[in-house]
């Protein structure tokens, strides 16, 4: 099993295990990755008067003619992401998957849905050794910090150069093979290929499915197809601390260099991931009026650890807002292309796509005043700008 890195309690009838774990499958095994799923319910929706909830246009067109458009209210249901760190506990009972994260807050996934949850669960107990648990017989997950552990194998980390720049970090390899004992697969001269990543030092990509790799001794192999070294490959996450985690597609990708194997050790621990802190700022609507208080993005985001998501030329980037100083949508005037720019705590601003949680489909902004009145709703096209202040240090 990669990683490693995770410890839970564990309780099925009436029984428990306790000690490393992976969870979706096993491809979700450090603190950094994240546990996905679906809310059951959109809780902020109720603070928009109906009338100014989104709607989208519905459509029917029969042999090129349109004979009905209708108006609808759009589906504010929401996914849930959130890293390992951020979580405190994990509890199932009947389709419900509570999910507990260190501020507090909890979340109520819907268990018939795409979940985490229900994609596996090991646990290396520390009595019984690796012990494989049908999620529909678990309680609950408590999270807590990982002990010592004897034999951990070394992470993938490397520099991926890209179209948009290079990125640097933990890696997972066509969105799985994250350690150096998992396998790069291909085609050679002389058929299948398979090669243990701690063996590499650098692959770029030849062609569109191709790539030639550098092993470590400085010899090198032209491998081509599969999911691996071709463009079936789902893309490569980094996990680079300037902007959280981002998802290189095939596309974007151009080389990257792998780190030497073990030297960056298996990452952040548990207590490297602090509670989250609700979002506050300052948002300033186009029509000149300024709002401030609490915050809610998109109808959904309201911590600090939660993520604002888009893509810009071909990398998706996942930023918890803990990092992001400021957003200021496009202009409609603006000659194209457009960007939304993002301005992080680090003074970088990111030119960042009109899409994901920067497009059309965003829902909005709740705006919760300091002196109690009811929240403001702002639709998306009439923000200009939004400020998060600095955090406040500890203490």
Not at 212 to 226: K, P
């Amino acid at each position: 099993s990669p990683g490693l890195s995770l410890r839970a309690g564990h309780h099925a009838d009436r029984r428990s295990a306790r000690g490393a774990v992976a969870l979706g499958g096993g491809e979700e095994a450090f603190w950094g990755d994240f546990f996905n799923g679906e809310k059951k319910e959109n809780p902020w929706v109720a603070h928009v008067p109906d009338d100014l909830l989104p709607s989208e246009s519905s459509r029917t067109v029969i042999f090129g003619i349109e004979i009905a458009n209708r108006e609808r209210k759009r589906d504010l249901g929401r996914l849930f992401m959130a890293r390992f760190g951020d979580i405190a506990r994990l509890e199932a009972e009947g389709t419900d998957v509570r999910v507990t994260l260190k501020s507090g807050t909890v979340a109520v996934l819907d268990r018939l849905e795409a979940s985490d949850f229900d994609d596996g669960v090991r646990v290396w107990d520390t009595a019984r050794g690796a012990v494989d648990l049908d999620s529909t017989r678990i309680r609950s997950i408590e999270f807590l910090p990982t002990a010592p552990l004897a034999a951990v194998p070394g992470r993938l980390h490397g520099i991926v150069h890209t179209v948009r720049g290079a990125f640097t970090g933990f890696l997972q390899w066509n969105r799985e093979a994250c350690v150096g004992t998992d396998e790069l697969t291909g085609r050679g001269e002389a058929g299948e290929v398979r090669l243990r990543f701690e063996t590499l030092r650098a692959l770029a990509r030849h062609g569109r499915d191709a790539s030639r790799v550098t092993l470590a001794d400085g010899s090198e192999i032209l491998l081509t197809g599969g999911s691996d070294v071709g463009d079936e490959n789902r893309g490569v996450y980094v996990d680079d601390p300037r902007y959280g985690r981002v998802l290189v597609s095939w596309d974007a990708f151009e080389r990257v260099e792998f780190s030497a194997a073990g030297e960056n050790g298996s990452g952040p621990g548990y207590d490297d991931f602090p509670p989250g802190r609700p979002l506050t700022g300052s948002v300033t609507a186009r029509d000149g009026r300024r709002l401030a208080g609490r915050l809610v993005f998109d109808l959904d985001e309201s911590e600090t650890t939660e993520t604002l998501d888009a893509p810009s030329g071909g990398v998706d980037y996942t930023v918890p807002f803990a990092l992001v100083a400021a957003i200021v949508p496009a202009v409609e005037r603006e000659a194209e292309p457009r960007h939304v720019r993002v301005i992080l705590r680090s003074g970088e601003a990111l030119a960042l796509e009109p899409a994901g949680d920067l497009g059309p489909r965003n829902a909005g902004l709740l705006i919760f005043p300091d002196d109690g009145e009811p929240p403001a709703y702002l639709p998306w096209p009439d923000v200009a700008r939004i400020d998060f202040p600095p955090p406040v240090p500890p203490g």
